[in-house]
């Protein structure tokens, strides 16, 4: 009847029409990280406002691709003639390696896809690599910036390339477009956790005799 009172609604549906406050904050940040990110790719094309500075983008790219840790530090640990350095280059072989499978499997549950203003033609990529969250560049960079400057005696000045490098790998993937700013600041965060697993599950003749008898 007209003068009858409307049914109310589903409470499904009165909580899509009143999102929480926690959505809605979420929704915009996510937005501000899309914005700033394509605003911050000034390198992602040729075009682009710093497109002439996108060959030495993509040399800091591929310093910090996997492919190149990995076979350098397999490499170095088959040359190294002193035990206490093929412990150290085992463990960072180690660390690089669960670095690509943690990334890899974020990255299959998260499936986010690439900025739209990337351009596809990034260092040797497979399956995962068509996601974007997290960087695995960003978490490479942290995880061994803080492997090397526990580990390695450097000086000073040194020390501080190591962290200049990390912090340019880590803004290079946004300035290529490669990433969004929240993918690369988790990316970070990560490394940096991932290390810690490292430290705790240290490798040493004592706890993992079978690997240094290979060598």
């Given at each position: 009847?007209?003068?009858?009172?409307?049914?109310?609604?589903?409470?499904?549906?009165?909580?899509?029409?009143?999102?929480?406050?926690?959505?809605?904050?979420?929704?915009?940040?996510?937005?501000?990280?899309?914005?700033?990110?394509?605003?911050?790719?000034?390198?992602?094309?040729?075009?682009?406002?710093?497109?002439?500075?996108?060959?030495?983008?993509?040399?800091?790219?591929?310093?910090?691709?996997?492919?190149?840790?990995?076979?350098?530090?397999?490499?170095?640990?088959?040359?190294?003639?002193?035990?206490?350095?093929?412990?150290?280059?085992?463990?960072?072989?180690?660390?690089?390696?669960?670095?690509?499978?943690?990334?890899?499997?974020v990255k299959g549950l998260?499936?986010?896809?690439?900025?739209?203003?990337?351009?596809?033609?990034?260092?040797?990529?497979?399956?995962?690599?068509?996601?974007?969250?997290?960087?695995?560049?960003?978490?490479?960079?942290?995880?061994?910036?803080?492997?090397?400057?526990?580990?390695?005696?450097?000086?000073?000045?040194?020390?501080?390339?190591?962290?200049?490098?990390?912090?340019?790998?880590?803004?290079?993937?946004?300035?290529?477009?490669?990433?969004?700013?929240?993918?690369?600041?988790?990316?970070?965060?990560?490394?940096?956790?991932?290390?810690?697993?490292?430290?705790?599950?240290?490798?040493?003749?004592?706890?993992?005799?079978?690997?240094?008898?290979?060598?």
């Open positions: 009847p007209g003068g009858a009172a409307a049914a109310p609604l589903p409470e499904e549906d009165c909580m899509r029409l009143n999102p929480s406050f926690a959505g809605i904050a979420l929704s915009s940040l996510l937005a501000i990280d899309l914005w700033a990110s394509k605003r911050l790719g000034v390198c992602a094309g040729e075009g682009s406002a710093w497109g002439s500075a996108r060959p030495l983008m993509k040399v800091v790219e591929v310093s910090g691709h996997g492919i190149p840790w990995v076979l350098g530090t397999f490499y170095g640990l088959c040359q190294s003639d002193s035990s206490a350095a093929r412990e150290v280059l085992l463990n960072l072989l180690f660390a690089l390696l669960l670095d690509l499978v943690m990334v890899a499997v998260v499936k986010r896809p690439r900025p739209t203003h990337n351009k596809m033609d990034m260092f040797v990529t497979i399956s995962v690599d068509k996601y974007s969250f997290p960087s695995g560049h960003a978490t490479r960079a942290a995880l061994v910036c803080r492997f090397v400057l526990r580990h390695l005696v450097l000086a000073v000045p040194l020390r501080v390339l190591v962290v200049l490098w990390a912090l340019i790998v880590s803004i290079s993937r946004v300035m290529l477009g490669r990433h969004n700013m929240t993918d690369v600041l988790f990316g970070l965060v990560l490394g940096y956790a991932l290390y810690s697993v490292v430290e705790y599950c240290w490798l040493s003749p004592l706890n993992a005799p079978a690997l240094f008898a290979l060598w």
